[in-house]
């Protein structure tokens, strides 16, 4: 391994450019080292923008570069479990955005490939690394508010994605509420044991024809005694809310939302602010930094990383128990999916 | 009638107490008339704090009398339905405390008693008078955040009842969630239809021995498509913690607690602040007063009461049902009970 | 004496009126015996409202009725000090509105006559009754802040006072900072030394064409080395603004305004909350009954009363120093004043 | 000029290693080409961590490199005026940090040397690109809170420099006010007139020996009309404490501090927050990127820079005239000075 971590970056779309520029601009001990993505004109632009020497459209043979240490995989979902098999196979170090895969048995094949190499995989859940979210998941673990008895997760979207996308994105639990089932388990240190799901289509009928909900309420129990609620909006005005908020025997911690700036108007009818941070590219631009970081580290100096293939499975089949929940009406355990 | 509305309470326990204090002091077009508690020493002590004319031991021997107007029931629970039947019968006008009773039954029949009288009925559901609650209530009635889609309800109590309280309250969900069921009806506008429970004991098991819960999560569906929660917890170790959160398809509103002062104070370690209003007598000081003034000024001017008995019985259903998910581990219909 | 405190109060104009309001309602040691207003009708209508049972045109003669313990004197500011001397001499204990005069020898004559007379005499300062000052001041009194290095005081009205009144009332300087003067002498524990004013005419020309000023910024230099800044205006569209912060070696206490409810509202285009309470009397209500609770508790069980002669002296002289620094353009002493 | 803008800094300490990783890593239009420093090692250190590929202990014969078009002067203070006058003449883009000079002779002849040559000049009042500042200034300049009447600047650091600095450093109204007397002449939009101050030492007797002092409160008069006060202090034991109000006809706008996460924690006894950002390099981190960002910008499309020489000089003249109002005790005109 050279001085510096060499990275391939697999898919060159809106978050392969994100991870790409921070590697480049914020991450000294890694060089991004060459882009693939099958369409080649965008490989092409993001390495024309960060300076990235090396370009290709074909992943595979990128994973078998003999100087790439590790990959990026941030192509489209349905690929990503094909690429981890991969790139364990080439002794590859492995950091992967979330999902797996939409299917268990996709993401027990891949988990697979992973142990038997014995490389590490990351799975990109970023929220983990936000401030907000760490010091909240500290304080508990410190005990600071004693035994969890109940968590509340709140989690909207300014607007809905493109239809086209909720029609393959394997709909909210799985491409939107994934990522607070997996902060659910990060918070309550603890496995979701049953969940029970209250499903609407409030936003945009659209999104209801296209065989989805766009609001839900899903009810959690987790194995320590913890009782959860989590809910989901494709739509919030206001803008992106992520908040939480952990009660226990001893306190209760609450989070607020990232504001542009800390002004506040006092006018003739009404004390204003400005709006949240809008979306994800804003509200967590530091927590994606910090999950690189993380990973980069974790391969140099040969630690685990802090989110694990299980931390990448355990949330799809969560989602799928939240579905099933919905689908038939009653509390579903997650032991029946797992 | 008098100029003034002349009032007999029935109870002198704390709640009486507290209204007889209100009655007094700051409800100019009210006057209590005489207090009746079975327990004469707690009437005749309230009588001469508050400087009342008249005491009695027994509160159907006052309800006859024909130099009361109004009566404002505040004995025990068991006593409620009994005392709002006579009361009717002898056409006074009847403010009562929550809840009318434990039992469907008995609600019905003084429901039912206070129609063919024509007398008016008011329930101590205060909390729907407290500024915040109220200013809710008020902008999702004005359509400022659209079509209510998700209603969360937090609240928890600073320590538990004595366990003798907690063994003939009904438990919970009929002497605590009462209240919130309430609050939910009022914020979201619409019936609840359905409900699911998660419960457990995480406060103290000698409550779990005595066949209740002290820690529940109730998701709710309500008739106009909103999705509500409520979080109930015997023990706050911060105080008192009531607060509501109401998203909708044009914004959201949120309260916060009620603070004894509006200071920050910045050490070397930390930012503090002082801990919220204890409990209900201090945060809803005010909400008690403008419920009864509010009651005063509905017979008065002859105008219907805002709390009606239609809302002192459904809470009741809904906890039932409420229950019923509990112990069933499935969503419960709440027209199953009611 | 009675067992009750049996006050006169003397001035049955809006303040008057409030007193009275308080000692009827939350006032259990103390009973209003008689309202005196050379005004008849004044009192006659207060009488009536809160059911007191005498009135009186001659606020000298209900001085000398031997049933009267103390006085309350609420009066224009011209009388206070005339009829301080009168009760004193009379042997009433006495509560008095601020000032107790526009000039310092009628100030020293009334005092005077109470400290012969070995009476009680407290001034109106209600403030330091307000839950947030009196929280400021005992964090600073129990060394929680260290020594206190800056303390800024902010204090502007919703509107200005009629202009008549801004003629007669001695100006800015008397009719409204003298409270800030007040609270930064109660907050810091220690005398003004030196006061530096920068004064202008922003809020309406009609209130210079009288001779005052609306806007002004008074630096201040205590003895113990504190620095202070005070900051009125006589109009902030927003409300009611009253606000303190005090900076000292080991941190910092800040205050906030109160609001009439603890919602936020998150629309479309911003975040937003309603207004804080809008003027004086909804802003302290409970420092009126405060103040005058203590009041009556002093004299009942006969200890000093926590807002002293010396204490109504003292902001008038620093007011006065304030207008010749803004007259004279230069810091000015109070000691060149008292 | 080649496309990206070839930059040199002179100077290697803190702020200057600071703007080195900025421009590397998130100025994509400019290219660090050569650091200079007189103390070669941290030259060297800066140009290896950073892969800046040229470095010099002689700044001056950097300026006269034909490849460089703009120079970053981070130098100590005592050499920017100097190298200012040089890179004029070498008709380079000069970006020089605060104060220009000590001397206003010295800056003077700076700023002459740049007008002669044409050239552009910003100085690093960085805080002019702070989210809070500039939306206060953008709210103030579209009239949304009317005529300033009142602005209230406080601004303290975490600790004292190293009292080798305070000797040298030109004091706290040239090392630290001279911040906000930029602040001041921005926000209000309006030339300062007059100042008076009031001063003391109260956080180290090391730093009054030194000849300065440590805490200070300014009053500032504007020619617009508006009142301002600065308040310093060398040592908030809570943090870097940098908040602003800014008081009109028709609002108020006030800043809160920034905070590392909006965390709040209830516990038995308190509410409590982490502190704030302890310092300059956390708080401002967005504000140094912004402000060379625009420095860019303006170079290569040829526009003005936002903080002319001008707003170089008058903060010097202001800290001038409020050094001699503490000398002389009295009120000081800018005038006086400049």
């Known amino acids: 391994m050279s001085k510096k971590l060499r990275i391939a970056v697999l898919g060159a779309g809106r978050i392969g ?6 590697l480049s601009a914020r991450i000294s001990d890694a060089e991004v080292k060459v882009i693939a993505d099958v369409y080649a004109p965008a490989a092409e632009k993001c390495a024309a923008d960060f300076s990235i020497p090396e370009v290709s459209s074909d992943p595979l043979r990128v994973i078998e570069d003999p100087d790439v240490d590790a990959v990026v995989i941030c192509s489209s979902t349905d690929t990503h479990s094909d690429l981890i098999v991969a790139a364990a196979k080439a002794k590859k170090q492995i950091f992967c ?24 995989l990351q799975i990109g859940f970023n929220r983990r690394f936000d401030s907000n979210y760490r010091r909240v998941h500290d304080l508990i673990q410190a005990g600071e508010i004693g035994d969890l008895h109940v968590l509340k997760i709140a989690s909207r979207d300014p607007s809905p994605p493109p239809i086209e996308y909720v029609k393959v994105s394997g709909g909210l639990f799985l491409d939107m509420m994934i990522h607070d089932f997996d902060m659910a388990r990060y918070l309550a240190g603890s496995e979701v044991e049953e969940v029970f799901t209250v499903g609407a289509v409030r936003v945009d009928p659209e999104i209801g024809r296209a065989g989805d909900i766009d609001t839900a309420v899903v009810t959690l129990r987790f194995e320590n005694g913890a009782i959860g609620t989590i809910d989901n909006s494709r739509r919030a005005v206001y803008g992106y809310d992520q908040r939480v908020e952990a009660f226990g025997s001893l306190g209760m911690a609450e989070t607020a939302n990232r504001r542009p700036n800390e002004v506040r108007i006092y006018g003739g009818s009404a004390v204003k602010e400005d709006l949240p941070l809008n979306f994800f590219v804003e509200r967590y631009t530091e927590s994606y930094v910090a999950e ?6 974790c391969v140099i100096s040969d630690r685990p990383t802090p989110v694990t293939g299980l931390d990448g499975r355990m949330p799809v089949a969560i989602g799928y128990a939240a579905k099933r929940s919905l689908d038939e009406h009653r509390p579903v355990a997650v032991s029946e999916i797992a």
Request: a negative charge; glycine letters at 8%; hydrophobic letters at 45%.
């Open 292 to 297: 690189l970081k993380e990973f980069v580290e």
């Open 97 to 120: 955005e979330k999902p797996i895969a939409l299917g268990l048995d996709r993401i027990d094949a891949a988990l697979d490939a992973v142990e038997k190499a014995g490389v590490k």
């Open 17 to 22: 450019r994100l991870h790409i520029g921070n």
